[in-house]
């Protein structure tokens, strides 16, 4: 990994929705015990079973969280876009990470010290309340990726997965870009890539979708929400 210092670091924390609560004055000390680095694509940024030195902050690109195993198949348990966090859990519990982390796309992240995340935390009990807010909201999301991957069939995984990146008021057709590759969402989804293909496919022939490389065409996002599977 490349250290990367062309950035304000202070500019960039102030910018994140859990650091937003801090003064410039409050930030300094955080931003003189973080570290910037730019990570290529594919890149690891670590490895399931490294022990945590901070919490990471994704400024730009991607960052996939998966659980590797010894055939070489991954599980993937989150994408994390800019201004997401991750690896703050083990952080506070001084474990070794349960899963690797590894760029998709050329990615700059932050390496916030955990001795002055505690530091800051203890001076400050708003962003107290925004850590275990955010902890929270992780664990609201692995429940419900929990629930999806494990009662519902292989076509309702992918429209529920589609339905979430539809805007809000989704009537007419409308477009999404798929954040990542067809088998990382596959594997998030925990399906096979040849399953998760197959249902774009049953979904293209019955009229709902159209599939255009990277990006989806959603006909009727009504129809898509309400399809009988």
């Given at each position: 990994m490349i250290q990367e210092t062309r950035h304000s670091i202070v500019e960039i924390l102030s910018r994140q929705p859990l650091f937003s609560v801090l003064s410039d004055a409050e930030l300094q000390p955080i931003a003189a015990e973080t570290r910037e680095f730019r990570a290529?694509?594919?890149?690891?940024?670590?490895?399931k079973g490294d022990m945590p030195v901070g919490m990471h902050v994704v400024v730009m690109g991607q960052v996939k969280l998966f659980i590797p195993s010894s055939s070489g198949a991954e599980k993937v348990v989150h994408m994390c876009g800019p201004g997401s966090t991750f690896g703050e859990a083990v952080v506070f519990l001084d474990k070794a990470y349960p899963v690797s982390a590894q760029a998709t796309q050329d990615s700059i992240v932050l390496l916030v010290s955990k001795t002055v995340l505690y530091e800051s935390m203890e001076a400050n009990t708003v962003l107290c309340r925004k850590m275990?807010?955010?902890l929270s909201m992780r664990l609201h999301t692995l429940l419900e990726d929990m629930?999806?991957?494990t009662m519902r069939t292989s076509a309702q995984r992918v429209i529920c997965f589609l339905n979430q990146l539809a805007p809000a008021d989704a009537h007419a057709p409308f477009e999404i870009a798929l954040p990542t590759s067809k088998q990382t969402i596959a594997s998030q989804l925990s399906l096979a890539p040849e399953t998760f293909s197959r249902v774009l496919g049953h979904l293209t022939e019955a009229g709902l979708i159209e599939v255009r490389g990277r990006s989806i065409l959603v006909m009727d996002a009504t129809k898509l929400r309400n399809y009988a599977v």
């Amino acid at each position: 990994m490349i250290q990367e210092t062309r950035h304000s670091i202070v500019e960039i924390l102030s910018r994140q929705p859990l650091f937003s609560v801090l003064s410039d004055a409050e930030l300094q000390p955080i931003a003189a015990e973080t570290r910037e680095f730019r990570a290529r694509k594919n890149e690891m940024v670590f490895l399931k079973g490294d022990m945590p030195v901070g919490m990471h902050v994704v400024v730009m690109g991607q960052v996939k969280l998966f659980i590797p195993s010894s055939s070489g198949a991954e599980k993937v348990v989150h994408m994390c876009g800019p201004g997401s966090t991750f690896g703050e859990a083990v952080v506070f519990l001084d474990k070794a990470y349960p899963v690797s982390a590894q760029a998709t796309q050329d990615s700059i992240v932050l390496l916030v010290s955990k001795t002055v995340l505690y530091e800051s935390m203890e001076a400050n009990t708003v962003l107290c309340r925004k850590m275990l807010a955010s902890l929270s909201m992780r664990l609201h999301t692995l429940l419900e990726d929990m629930e999806t991957c494990t009662m519902r069939t292989s076509a309702q995984r992918v429209i529920c997965f589609l339905n979430q990146l539809a805007p809000a008021d989704a009537h007419a057709p409308f477009e999404i870009a798929l954040p990542t590759s067809k088998q990382t969402i596959a594997s998030q989804l925990s399906l096979a890539p040849e399953t998760f293909s197959r249902v774009l496919g049953h979904l293209t022939e019955a009229g709902l979708i159209e599939v255009r490389g990277r990006s989806i065409l959603v006909m009727d996002a009504t129809k898509l929400r309400n399809y009988a599977v």
